[in-house]
């Protein structure tokens, strides 16, 4: 089974609409992380969390918000999508128990979102 | 704040030959991380290689390794032997490193060199 896994791993939705993505890692990691990648832009930091009540914003939050659950389970929302926000989502995570020797970033196999 | 370029948008290489990718980094930081990642059509973002900056010694797993310079602020990878399966887009990435931890987070990533495996 995946480490880290993500779901739906494809997403259409029309502008306007409320989606949440969801990650869920079996890792046993404390940090996670959000990312977008659009096309020729590389990956850009959406937020990112350091344990279940240490929540950040990354470089370009507008538009989402998360929710950590659980050490395990960190989930990303559209509360209104718009066409934009069309990319694909990664989740990441990395064990910083171990102090910065550790701290490699892992990540999910992606979710393509649609918005029309 | 970091910057990360890797100026190969494209590049092709036949299998079994030897190809070395290019990243450049522009950075005010002493301590950091740098990294490789391999996305194939898959789309999963693989880690490949990391780099510990304070480290002289070159990073190699297998048929990857890299040339860190770090005055030159270059971290190139090279792959020997490249396989079919070597076909993906590579990400070169930067971290900086805070022993508190609050620092140690933000990926900044190059926009991808695209490589291709030629039978």
């Known amino acids: 089974d995946a480490d880290v896994t993500q779901t739906p791993r494809n997403r259409i939705t029309k502008t306007g609409k409320r989606i949440m993505l969801e990650c869920s890692q079996t890792?046993?990691?404390?940090?996670m992380y959000w990312y977008r990648q659009d096309p020729g832009l590389g990956l850009r930091l959406i937020y990112y969390?350091?344990?279940?009540?240490?929540?950040n914003k990354g470089e370009i939050s507008d538009g989402y918000s998360v929710s950590r659950q659980a050490q395990a389970k960190f989930s990303l929302s559209l509360e209104s999508a718009i066409p934009n926000q069309t990319a694909l989502y990664f989740c990441?995570?990395?064990?910083?128990?171990?102090?910065?020797?550790?701290?490699?970033?892992?990540f999910g196999p992606g979710t393509r979102l649609t918005v029309l | 704040a970091q910057t990360v370029t890797q100026s190969q948008p494209e590049m092709s290489v036949q299998e079994a030959e030897t190809v070395t990718l290019s990243c450049t980094y522009d950075?005010?930081?002493?301590?950091?991380?740098l990294f490789w990642y391999k996305q194939p059509p898959s789309r999963q973002m693989i880690l490949v290689i990391r780099q510990e900056a304070y480290k002289q010694q070159n990073a190699t797993e297998n048929r990857f390794s890299v040339n860190f310079q770090k005055a030159a602020k270059s971290f190139s990878l090279k792959i020997s032997d490249s396989q079919l399966g070597d076909t993906a887009m590579y990400f070169c990435?930067?971290?900086?490193?805070?022993?508190?931890?609050?620092?140690?987070?933000?990926?900044?990533f190059g926009k991808g060199t695209k490589l291709s495996v030629i039978p």
């Open positions: 890792k046993g990691h404390d940090r």
């Open positions: 990441a995570t990395s064990d910083f128990a171990g102090g910065p020797s550790t701290d490699t970033q892992y």
């Open positions: 950075t005010s930081e002493n301590n950091y991380y």
């Open positions: 990435a930067f971290m900086k490193v805070t022993y508190s931890g609050a620092g140690s987070y933000q990926l900044t």
């Open positions: 969390s350091f344990d279940v009540k240490d929540i």
